[in-house]
């Protein structure tokens, strides 16, 4: 059974900085695409970024574009998201999520694992 666990959320100024993590367990995390989702209160979930299975390619979503950064560790079995110059309106649970599938999906049911979310609040 595969398993997703979100950390690295917290409360952060405008412009500030943060890192999330998510550790994947119960399967074979190199084979998976990756994915990150967020949802901010009243709104729908709405797709950040995603990486390929060797972290070669990535994609993100206009609103996030040239200030997060997705990575990943296959030998640790996790997927990250460097957010910079967060902004208010990036307040929201973000989710990591994965699947077997190649590309580089940005439908949120293209995707067959996801993880419980970690809180991030922008304060302005």
């Known amino acids: 059974q595969v398993q997703l666990v979100e950390s690295g959320g917290g409360l952060v100024p405008a412009g500030g900085s943060l890192t999330l993590s998510c550790e994947c367990s119960g399967g074979t995390f190199s084979t998976y695409t990756m994915g990150w989702f967020r949802r901010a209160p009243g709104e729908e979930r709405e797709f950040v970024g995603a990486?390929?299975?060797?972290?070669?390619?990535?994609a993100y979503a206009d609103s996030v574009k040239g200030r997060f950064t997705i990575s990943r560790d296959n030998a640790k079995n996790t997927v990250y998201l460097q957010m910079n110059s967060l902004k208010p309106e990036d307040t929201a649970v973000y989710s990591c999520a994965g699947t077997p599938w190649g590309g580089l999906p940005r439908d949120q049911n293209n995707f067959e694992y996801w993880g419980h979310g970690t809180q991030v609040t922008v304060s302005s």
């Open positions: 990486i390929t299975r060797n972290g070669e390619y990535t």
